[in-house]
Structures are given as C-alpha cells and as structure tokens.
C-alpha cells in the first residue's frame, strides 16, 4: 500500500433486514432503504444513510441457504487495497486464509479473508465514482456520530494480529491501557489517527473477531433506544480516555455492536 490502509466500508449481515433498519434508525439516527438492490448475485443488499445525505456502510440480507450454511448476523469492515489479488497472496502466505475467492463488483474488487488468528474482514480495491478520483472513504470517522468511530480487535494473539496488521496494512501501533488479569488493551494508529485497539480474546468472546462502535450523539438516549427497540446491553457504558462513554449491544438480530458517544 503507498499509504496506510483505511476501513472503507462496513457491512451488516443480518436476518432481516427491515428489523435491523428500525433498531439502527431509533439507535444511531440511520436510514435503512427498505428495498433491497437485487445484486449480479440475487442477493438482497441495501444502503444505509447518515442524516447528513452520506453513507455509512451497507445492509446483506442473510438468506435461509446462507442461514443454514452458518453464516450468522455479524458486523464486517472492508480494508481498502491496491490489488486484491496481491493481498489474497499475501495474506495467505503469511497464516491468513481466503474465505471467498476474489470477484468483481460494480464499485470495485473484493474478496473476504481472515487474519492468521481467524477474525473475519473483507479487502477492497474500490473504483471510484465518476469525479470521485482521490476522495477518501468517510464511512470511518474518529470523532462523528452517524459514523463508525472505533475498530476492536479481540484476538487470540494480540502480538501476532498486531504484526499481521502492521505488515499488510501499514498501521501503527502506539500507547496501551492496562486491563488488569486480562493483559493489555492496545492502541492502533492509521497514520496520526486512532482507528481503534486490539486486546486479547475475552469470556463471551468464542473466536476472534472485529466490534465496531457506532458513533451517537447521546449515550444515554442510544442506551435508552437499544432496550426499547429489542437489543441487549451487554457492556453498560464506561467512560473512555477524553471523556466519552462507549457499551456494547447485541442488535435484535444477533449481531453483535458498540456505541460511543458523549452523556448529556
């Protein structure tokens, strides 16, 4: 990569879609579409729209073949590559292993690989919208509600994943926070910006994996919001360095999600 990798979109595998969009809207402010863009696949795909007219990723609804063929609610990021086919190599050949082979879409490549330590994510060689040319992603924003604000990775072998990471997509990796028992909890830097942290697998945690925390404008009312609209708090909000407070939710589709923003 001729710059740090960034996350450049992010994915809600759900069971239902139309569910998914009612707890997010109430949640986060989101607007699911309530069609679907039937893709080259048959699949059921839809975007989700922040209130300022953005986007913040996308909604894959969850088939009963893919139901059955394991595949459960989750949340996934896209890691933006030059070449897909050159990261699927890599990557490979360094302990990651493909999950779905390369294939073209109409807004670029992609492929879906694992880490060496089996944490799920997708690699994307984008093409850009006509006049779009050098424009960033801004799915990912540190500090914006409506936006995805934080990357955890729960590992089992933070230092592996954290030279994995290092290697593939050139991040940094500066400044941690004691977790007592359970080890260390690990900055990561794209560039001079704080993407997120890796820490080590935790109880509730089966495998590794990728939690992404959903900015909001007010942690108690989106705390408020996730009980009366069918999610489970599962980590109730703690504050965080600067002063914000983040927690973790199941979404009432299974999939699990946080949340970071400011108490007012």
């Given at each position: 990569?001729?710059?740090?990798?960034?996350?450049?979109?992010?994915?809600?595998?759900?069971s239902?879609?139309?569910?998914?969009?009612?707890?997010?809207?109430?949640?986060?402010?989101?607007?699911?579409?309530?069609?679907?863009?039937?893709?080259?696949?048959?699949?059921?795909?839809?975007?989700?729209?922040?209130?300022?007219?953005?986007?913040?990723?996308?909604?894959?609804?969850?088939?009963?073949?893919m139901?059955?063929?394991?595949?459960?609610?989750?949340?996934?990021?896209?890691?933006?590559?030059?070449?897909?086919?050159?990261?699927?190599?890599?990557?490979?050949?360094?302990?990651?292993?493909?999950?779905?082979?390369?294939?073209?879409?109409?807004?670029?490549?992609?492929?879906?690989?694992?880490?060496?330590?089996?944490?799920?994510?997708?690699?994307m060689?984008?093409?850009p919208?006509?006049?779009?040319d050098?424009?960033?992603?801004?799915?990912?924003?540190a500090?914006?509600?409506?936006?995805?604000?934080?990357?955890?990775?729960?590992?089992?072998?933070?230092?592996?994943?954290?030279?994995?990471y290092?290697?593939?997509?050139?991040?940094?990796q500066?400044?941690?926070?004691?977790?007592?028992?359970?080890?260390?909890y690990?900055?990561?830097?794209?560039?001079?910006?704080?993407?997120?942290?890796?820490?080590?697998?935790?109880?509730?945690?089966?495998?590794p994996?990728?939690?992404?925390?959903?900015?909001?404008?007010?942690?108690?009312?989106?705390?408020?919001?996730?009980?009366a609209?069918?999610?489970?708090?599962?980590?109730?909000?703690?504050?965080?360095?600067?002063?914000?407070f983040?927690?973790?939710?199941?979404?009432?589709?299974?999939?699990?999600?946080?949340?970071?923003?400011?108490?007012?």
């Open positions: 990569m001729s710059a740090p990798a960034n996350f450049i979109w992010y994915e809600l595998m759900t239902d879609p139309a569910g998914a969009g009612a707890f997010y809207g109430a949640v986060v402010g989101w607007t699911i579409a309530s069609h679907g863009e039937q893709t080259a696949g048959g699949v059921d795909y839809r975007m989700i729209g922040r209130s300022d007219g953005g986007q913040a990723g996308g909604v894959l609804a969850l088939d009963a073949d139901l059955a063929g394991g595949a459960r609610p989750i949340w996934i990021g896209y890691l933006e590559v030059d070449d897909v086919d050159a990261a699927v190599a890599a990557i490979t050949a360094d302990g990651g292993a493909l999950q779905m082979g390369p294939m073209d879409i109409p807004v670029g490549r992609i492929a879906m690989v694992t880490d060496p330590q089996g944490a799920p994510f997708y690699i060689a984008p093409v919208p006509p006049g779009m050098g424009m960033e992603s801004d799915v990912f924003s500090t914006e509600p409506q936006h995805m604000r934080w990357n955890e990775l729960a590992t089992s072998d933070p230092d592996g994943a954290i030279a994995f290092k290697k593939h997509f050139g991040w940094g500066e400044g941690e926070m004691p977790m007592g028992e359970l080890g260390a690990r900055f990561i830097q794209r560039g001079a910006v704080g993407i997120g942290a890796v820490m080590p697998l935790m109880e509730g945690y089966p495998v994996v990728w939690n992404f925390y959903i900015g909001v404008d007010d942690i108690d009312r989106a705390h408020a919001a996730v009980t609209n069918g999610g489970t708090i599962t980590n109730e909000p703690m504050e965080i360095p600067g002063g914000e983040a927690m973790n939710a199941i979404d009432p589709q299974g999939a699990p999600v946080g949340f970071v923003g400011p108490r007012k």
